[in-house]
């Protein structure tokens, strides 16, 4: 029978969801393949073993140490420029990972990047929040027919091809997208937009990234050679594009497990699955944005320390907040109840990451027993390469 896990963040991302897809690999014994099915170079799933190998994740699975091939599903924006530089960051780890592409993929450019940045400047105290690599631009673009290429197109087009098509956002798409929102572009962008060397660079990276990776045309074909499926989601429930409440500071996809058992539905046969909710045992939030229960760093402990989620300009400096176990568990609920309605058997289980942050237990609010019930398995973690099943009288 075919297994199938679901990794799921239940906040705001930065849950430790590198951790659970290894992990998850593991436990299922055999080659997967691990879907990256949302976002795009923007996640950053860091993997970190006892032998000092330690590596943030953004176009490749986080099972990639584990032997798991990756594959960016329709909806993942991939960015050539970054995928580069991650397969050369791999490579210094002996490790050559495959990725399949959907044909159907959106494709961020420079200028994406660039566009995203300049509208978080425009904005000052009211920005959005925005991790500076173009998704929501990338996301809006394609909303756009005349602007619109994605990956299995631009695997067919010439030099002159994709120069007229890159000419054409420059040109038109940039300025009337700025106009549109009564902005402008600094005297510091300027000499970066009229670079032409971008836009050679940019058709290299595009031409090396196709090279080195395997595009389809339909998600049946892809999974059909698997018989283990990890689906990786990138960020967290609660910046799901639909959740209203928290608008506009989400992300531009669907975070739910949704969209995951809707391709394991597709299957045929029988599939085993289950989804697991990651959380830290305390709430974290990047970029602008509501975060209940909102506290220093130092509140809960003064030594933690993060070396993925580092201060930058575009989403500056994460920040922490008490664990809210009814939120998260609505949350995690309403999120298993919809996926249910595709795969009736869905099973469900928790990994709180972080125990070793908060002395081993939640921090703000509910017991981490009552809270580990709620699920048909549990496991908590203290460490940044392993976890166990959760029991009740550690």
């Known amino acids: 029978m075919r297994r199938a896990i679901i990794i799921i963040g239940a906040n705001y991302g930065d849950e430790g969801k590198g951790l659970a897809a290894m992990l998850a690999a593991r436990r299922l014994g055999r080659p997967c393949l691990n879907v990256l099915i949302n976002g795009g170079a923007q996640r950053g ?20 140490f584990e032997g798991a091939v990756s594959c960016a599903d329709a909806d993942f924006i991939v960015n050539p420029m970054l995928f580069m530089q991650e397969r050369e960051e791999l490579a210094t780890f002996g490790l ?14 420079p200028w994406d990047m660039m566009l995203g940045q300049i509208i978080e400047e425009n904005r000052g105290a009211a920005r959005h929040g925005s991790c500076g690599c173009g998704i929501f631009e990338t996301r809006l673009r394609f909303e756009r027919s005349g602007f619109a290429l994605d990956y299995g197109r631009l695997a067919q087009l010439s030099f002159d091809g ?20 009564g902005m402008r572009a600094g005297a510091d962008w300027l000499p970066l937009l009229a670079d032409e060397g971008i836009l050679a660079h940019s058709w290299e990276d595009l031409r090396a990234m196709l090279a080195a990776t395997e595009i389809y045309e339909r998600w049946e074909d892809a999974a059909a050679p698997w018989d283990a499926l990890l689906f990786e989601a990138g960020q967290g429930l609660a910046l799901d594009e639909f959740n209203a409440a928290d608008a506009p500071h989400l992300t531009p996809s669907r975070t739910t497990s949704r969209v995951s058992a809707e391709r394991v539905a597709a299957l045929p046969g029988r599939t085993d699955a289950r989804v697991v909710y990651v959380t830290r045992a305390y709430l974290t939030r990047h970029g602008a944005g509501p975060l209940p229960g909102e506290c220093p760093r130092e509140a809960i402990d003064p030594a933690i320390v993060d070396r993925t989620n580092v201060p930058n300009p575009h989403q500056q400096t994460l920040r922490y907040g008490r664990f809210d176990a009814r939120a998260v568990l609505a949350r995690a609920d309403a999120d298993l109840k919809s996926s249910r309605k ?31 019930g709620r699920f048909d398995r549990a496991f908590v973690s203290d460490c940044r390469w392993d976890a166990a099943p959760f029991s009740a009288s550690r």
């Open 342 to 372: 595709v795969l009736p058997d869905l099973r469900s289980a928790a990994l709180i990451t972080h125990l070793n942050e908060t002395g081993g237990r939640l921090f703000g609010g509910g017991e981490l027993a009552a809270f580990a």
């Open 162 to 181: 994709y120069r007229r098509y890159c000419r054409r956002i420059l040109s038109e798409y940039l300025p009337g997208r700025l106009a549109a929102l």
């Open 96 to 109: 050559s990972p495959r990725l399949l592409v959907s044909a159907r993929c959106r494709v961020t450019t």
């Open 45 to 64: 799933h860091t993997v970190e073993y006892p032998d000092g190998r330690r590596h943030v994740f953004h176009h490749f699975g986080s099972a990639s």
